[in-house]
C-alpha cells in the first residue's frame, strides 16, 4: 500500500510567521505533527510520504503514486483542505480525513470517502482492520481517550528538516479548565492524560539523530495541567537530558496563568530549557471573565502576573478577546492599556468565535445568534456569532486596536518594556547561521526599506547598551513586529 499523508497550507495569518519565515530561509514554522503520529500507527509495511503543502506543491505524481490519502486539519486551514480533497477526488485516490477541522464538522465534508475522527489510537487500528477486510466504513469515531503513554514517537524521518524553523513534541493532551469558547476540553478532555519522562526523551533524542538542533515547541494547550508529573518526572528529566548532551536550544509550550503563583514550577522550567509560554489572558474585564467561565484569570493583577513571568525568565506570547457580551466600549482602550503595560510582545487579539463542539457554540445556538461558519483565524477581525456590541462598532474599535499594537511606536515601546523586565539565564546561546543571515536580512528589510527603521535601529542602540546579551532577541522581536504588522495591514486595517 502506497500511503500519501497530506497536510493544508495555512493562510497567511498572526500564527503563520510567514513574513518572518523569510528572514531565516524557512517554509513552514511548525511540521505536522499529527500526521506524522498517525505515520507511526500504520502498518510499517506499507510506504509512506509526506506532503506538507506549506512546504513544498502536491504533485500530479504524488497522487499517481498514492493508493490512499490522508489529510489532517485544523479550522483555519479548511479551504486549503478542501481543494486537496478535490484534487485526490479528481485524481480517483481514496480519502480519508482527521484532525480537528474533520472531528467538529464531519457533516460537512460528504466528499470524503473515510471520516476517522477523535484520537487516532483508538479509531484509526478499528479503521485498518476493516479496511484489510475489505469493510470499511465511512465513518468512526469514539467517546473514548486514549493512554497515550502508548502513543508511538513521529516519524521524523518523513521531514525535510531543513523547511522548517521549529519542531513540536507533544506531552500532554486535555485541560482542567472549562472556559466556554475553548474547544480543547470537548476533543480532549478535561483530566490531563501525560507521556513518560522517558517516552519524552525518547522523541527529543530521535530529534537529535535527525539532525535537528533549534527550537522544540510543546504543542500541550496547558503543559501545567498536570503539575504534579510535569515537577517530579518531566522537568527534572529534561533538566538532565540538556545537561547531559549540552543542548543550547530552549523549549516554548502554552499555558495557564496560574502558572505565575509558583515560584519553584517557574523556575524548573527554565532550568529545563523552556524560554517561552503563550498563555489565554483574553479580557482584563471581570464580567467577559465570568461569562466565559474563564476562573482562573479572575480576580488577578495580570500585569503582575506577566512581569513576574518575564521576571522569572519566561517570555509571555498572550492571546486575547473582545466582543464578550459583557464588553463596552471602553474594552479596547483597556485591552491596549493591558497589553502594552505589561510588555507582551506576541499579542494575538481577535473577535470571539464560536467553534463548533464548544458551550459558546451551543448557547449561541439556543440563542439563535449563528451566523456562518467560524473562520478559525483568531485575527481575521470576523465573528460567526451576532454580538450585543454593535457589529460595526465592534469591528471598527477592532481595527483601531490592532492599528494602534502594531504600529512601530506602539510595538517598539512594547518590545522596551519587556526585554527591561525580562531575565532570562545566563546561557551561551547557540552558534546559528540562520541568526546571522536574519540579523543581516532585519538590517536591510527593516533598517533601510522599512517603514520602521527609524524605531529599529533606536531600538538597537538602546538594547546594546541597556541589554547588550538580549540584542539578538530584539532583532528576533523585531522580525515578528514586520510580520504581525504586515498581517495586519493585509487582512484587518
Not at 476540553?185 to 535537528?212: F, M, N, S
Not at 494602534?404 to 546559528?432: I, K
Request: with cysteine; net charge positive.
Amino acid at each position: 500500500m502506497n500511503l500519501l499523508l497530506i497536510y493544508p497550507r495555512f493562510p497567511d495569518t498572526f500564527w503563520s510567521f510567514r513574513h518572518a519565515l523569510r528572514f531565516i530561509g524557512r517554509r513552514a514554522a511548525l511540521p505536522p505533527l499529527g500526521l506524522l503520529t498517525v505515520a507511526a500507527l500504520l502498518p510499517p509495511a506499507w510506504a509512506k510520504r509526506l506532503v506538507d503543502v506549506n512546504v513544498r506543491e502536491l504533485r500530479e505524481e504524488d497522487l499517481e503514486w498514492a493508493d490512499l490519502a490522508f489529510i489532517s486539519a485544523m479550522g483555519v486551514q479548511r479551504e486549503s483542505a478542501e481543494e486537496l480533497i478535490d484534487q485526490c477526488r479528481q485524481a480517483g485516490v481514496r480519502t480519508v480525513a482527521g484532525g480537528p477541522l474533520f472531528t467538529a464538522t464531519p457533516e460537512e465534508f460528504p466528499q470524503v470517502d473515510h471520516l476517522v475522527l477523535n484520537e487516532a489510537e483508538i479509531t484509526l487500528p478499528r479503521f485498518l482492520a476493516d479496511l484489510e477486510g475489505g469493510q470499511a466504513q465511512r465513518v468512526y469515531r469514539t467517546s473514548e481517550f486514549a493512554d497515550i503513554q502508548q502513543t508511538p514517537a513521529p516519524l521524523w524521518e518523513l521531514l525535510d528538516l531543513k523547511r522548517y524553523a521549529s519542531m513540536g513534541l507533544q506531552y500532554s493532551r486535555g485541560c482542567p479548565y472549562d472556559c466556554e469558547f475553548c474547544n480543547v476540553t470537548a476533543l480532549l478532555g478535561h483530566r490531563p492524560r501525560t507521556k513518560t519522562a522517558t517516552q519524552v526523551i525518547a522523541e527529543l533524542d530521535g530529534l537529535r539523530r535527525a539532525g535537528w538542533r533549534g527550537q522544540v515547541f510543546f504543542v500541550d494547550d496547558n503543559l501545567i495541567g498536570n503539575q504534579r508529573e510535569l515537577k517530579t518526572r518531566l522537568l527534572p528529566a529534561l533538566s538532565e537530558w540538556r545537561r547531559q548532551h549540552g543542548i543550547r536550544w530552549g523549549f516554548n509550550t502554552e499555558a495557564s496563568i496560574n502558572l505565575a503563583d509558583d515560584e519553584e514550577l517557574m523556575a524548573r522550567m527554565v532550568e529545563a530549557g523552556f524560554t517561552t509560554v503563550f498563555i489565554g489572558i483574553e479580557t482584563p474585564d471581570e464580567g467577559s471573565l465570568a461569562e466565559c467561565h474563564k476562573r482562573q484569570n479572575q480576580r488577578r493583577d495580570l500585569v503582575a502576573d506577566i512581569r513576574r513571568l518575564h521576571q522569572a525568565g519566561l517570555q509571555v506570547q498572550g492571546g486575547f478577546i473582545v466582543g464578550f457580551d459583557s464588553d463596552t466600549p471602553s474594552i479596547f482602550q483597556r485591552q491596549v492599556d493591558l497589553i502594552q503595560q505589561s510588555g507582551v510582545t506576541t499579542a494575538m487579539v481577535g473577535l470571539l468565535q464560536a467553534l463548533p463542539g464548544t458551550q459558546l457554540y451551543e448557547r449561541m445556538k439556543r440563542e439563535g445568534r449563528l451566523r456562518g461558519l467560524v473562520s478559525g483565524d483568531n485575527v481575521d477581525g470576523s465573528t460567526n456569532i451576532v454580538p450585543v456590541m454593535s457589529l460595526d462598532l465592534l469591528r471598527d474599535g477592532y481595527k483601531r486596536l490592532m492599528a494602534h499594537l502594531y504600529s512601530p511606536e506602539a510595538y517598539y515601546q512594547r518590545v522596551r518594556t519587556f526585554l527591561t523586565e525580562y531575565r532570562p539565564p545566563r546561557r551561551r546561546p547557540p552558534a546559528n547561521l540562520q541568526h546571522l543571515l536574519a540579523f543581516a536580512r532585519a538590517a536591510y528589510r527593516l533598517g533601510i526599506l522599512g517603514k520602521e527603521r527609524f524605531h529599529y535601529w533606536r531600538l538597537l542602540a538602546w538594547a546594546l547598551c541597556r541589554h547588550p546579551r538580549l540584542l539578538p532577541l530584539a532583532v528576533t522581536l523585531s522580525i515578528y513586529g514586520h510580520h504581525f504588522r504586515r498581517v495586519c495591514e493585509r487582512h484587518i486595517v
